[in-house]
């Protein structure tokens, strides 16, 4: 009995020290996630709560273009520790906590090619109402006020917390990387700095130009930027995505 007692309690005790922290839920996973494993083809993934997921890859730059080499859709979460990358493959969670995440993520394309990644949870900027409502994905419907629906300005456009500025066309052909961050104290104007060389926040001295907020609510985003130099002022409308994704 003394035996069996202290095996019983031997599996009890590493059982207990192999579970995840936190329960896999969108809240939990929503965040960049910069991967530090070495050799790695991939350099970030993140997810958020909309229920869209970006990945990012070490050649920075798609092959033969000047779009980043980013990948971008929806995901599911299948069960306590499978996420369903529709369109790329599957993430394996062995692991999870406030500031950790480590998984194997299983390609479609090659699902013999099993690579173990480590990552940590970038930094975010500081919460505010305006951030909780800016922070999603959302759809352009009007480019200049004309409606744009199934043209080439029909584009999703993604702001997080991490800094990251997606904008992405439906078929994953044309889009452009940035980072963002508020310019004012009110934040009714944000600055952006395209990605070209796997710069980071940190590195940025100056944004590449600034867009103006018209109108910000859970229903929709009104932008406006000018182009210094040029005089031309460019608008966009858009709400948020619900199940309008690739």
Not at 12 to 17: F, I, P, V
Not at 74 to 102: A, C, M, P, R, W
Not at 143 to 155: A, L, M, P, R, S
């Amino acid at each position: 009995l003394t035996v069996l007692t202290g095996l019983f309690f031997t599996v009890n005790s590493c059982s207990d020290s192999d579970d995840n922290p936190l329960s896999l839920s969108k809240e939990t996973i929503s965040a960049k996630w910069g991967i530090s494993t070495t050799g790695s083809e991939f350099t970030s993934i993140e997810f958020n709560k909309e229920g869209n997921y970006i990945v990012t890859f070490a050649n920075s730059v798609k092959s033969g273009s000047d779009n980043p080499n980013v990948f971008f859709g929806e995901y599911q979460i299948l069960d306590d520790n499978t996420i369903k990358l529709n369109g790329y493959g599957k993430i394996i969670v062995s692991y999870i906590d406030e500031t950790s995440f480590k998984f194997t993520i299983i390609k479609d394309s090659d699902p013999t090619n099993k690579e173990e990644i480590v990552s940590t949870k970038a930094t975010e900027i500081a919460n505010s109402t305006n951030t909780e409502l800016f922070c999603r994905t959302w759809l352009v419907i009007k480019y200049n006020g004309v409606d744009v629906e199934n043209t080439t300005d029909e584009k999703f456009i993604v702001f997080t917390k991490a800094g990251t500025y997606l904008i992405i066309d439906k078929a994953q052909t044309e889009s452009r990387l940035s980072w963002w961050g508020w310019t004012n104290s009110n934040q009714t104007e944000f600055g952006y700095f395209h990605i070209k060389n796997r710069e980071t926040k940190e590195s940025i001295i100056s944004w590449d130009n600034t867009v103006q907020i018209l109108e910000l609510t859970k229903d929709s985003l009104k932008l406006s930027e000018t182009q210094e130099g040029e005089g031309i002022t460019e608008t966009w409308d858009l709400v948020p995505a619900h199940g309008e994704y690739l």
